[in-house]
């Protein structure tokens, strides 16, 4: 998938663009949040580093061709080191035929790398791209939103709304619904996770990404999503969620050694 205002190109293609060439084949009102609302949104990284890591899963949806796309993953972060991993799940294509094997991604301040990544790359080979340098930060290009990057987005939350209290995951929390600007949500991100983000507010369609959150009574960020949009042959809108929970679970990554790296031609 490309997100972004130009074609990704090289090693930018990774496993959204995928998808969409596989896809082409075939009650109360909310009101106004108080400063403590706003706050508590704009805040919600900084919990979760104090939370230390958690389980999640996440999905990514997308409308191409008439076709309802759904990309899931499912892993574990570690919010202090900001280092994570995720097994992504990509769906059958237009033809019904077998789901593809499952990507192996690891999250790293600054890089993803990802193994089975298919398109000319050997099975037991991984393919490091620097986010840096992607147009859309890997807010989208690898079929997950990092939750890392998903929660450093909500530092730009803006127009913030109390929708009202729910359940996620069998946890009460507070639902709110807002925009925020990624180019805001760089300049106030976290070290690690500026420069990922300072590459996506150049690439997106729009500046402001709606989003709804929902924070536990505690402020630990359980879920989110957001809706980015992005030009790939016209507008395509992408929604991201990220569910979060089994806080201070364990979460281990593995770098890969240097000669594991693929170093040839990455198909598009």
């Known amino acids: 998938m490309v997100a972004q205002r130009q074609r990704l190109r090289g090693r930018a293609s990774l496993v959204a ?14 009101h106004e949040a108080n400063d403590d609302g706003g706050a508590a949104v704009r805040s919600a990284a900084d919990v979760l580093v104090k939370a ?28 202090r080191s900001r280092m994570g991993q995720l097994l992504v799940m990509l769906p059958a294509d237009a033809a019904g035929k077998t789901a593809h094997r499952p990507i192996t991604e690891l999250l790293v301040p600054g890089a993803l790398y990802m193994k089975n990544r298919g398109a000319g790359v050997p099975a037991d080979k991984w393919v490091k791209v620097d986010t840096t340098a992607l147009e859309d930060g890997n807010l989208v ?56 983000l300072q ?8 500046d402001t990404v709606p989003f709804d959150a929902y924070l536990d009574e505690v402020g630990r960020l359980r879920k989110v999503r957001h809706r980015f949009s992005f030009v790939n042959n016209g507008v395509i809108d992408v929604a991201s ?6 806080f201070g679970t364990p979460v281990r990554v593995q770098l890969p ?3 594991d790296i693929f170093a040839g031609k990455i198909a598009d």
């Open 199 to 206: 590459a996506a507010a150049k690439g997106f369609h729009k």
């Open 52 to 79: 230390g890591s958690a389980r999640t899963r996440t999905s990514m949806e997308m409308a191409t061709g008439g076709t309802l796309v759904t990309i899931r993953g499912e892993g574990g972060v570690d919010f």
């Open 257 to 259: 050694a240097s000669r």
């Open 141 to 196: 290009t690898g079929g997950a939103t990092d939750p890392v990057a998903a929660a450093e987005l909500l530092r730009g939350a803006q127009q913030v709304t109390y929708v009202g209290e729910t359940e996620v995951d069998g946890a009460r929390v507070r639902h709110y619904r807002g925009t925020t600007d990624i180019t805001r949500a760089a300049r106030k991100a976290s070290p690690d996770a500026r420069g990922a």
């Open 17 to 30: 663009v995928a998808v969409i060439g596989l896809v082409a084949g075939c009650g109360a009102g909310p």
């Open 241 to 246: 969620t990220t569910l979060l929970y089994g």
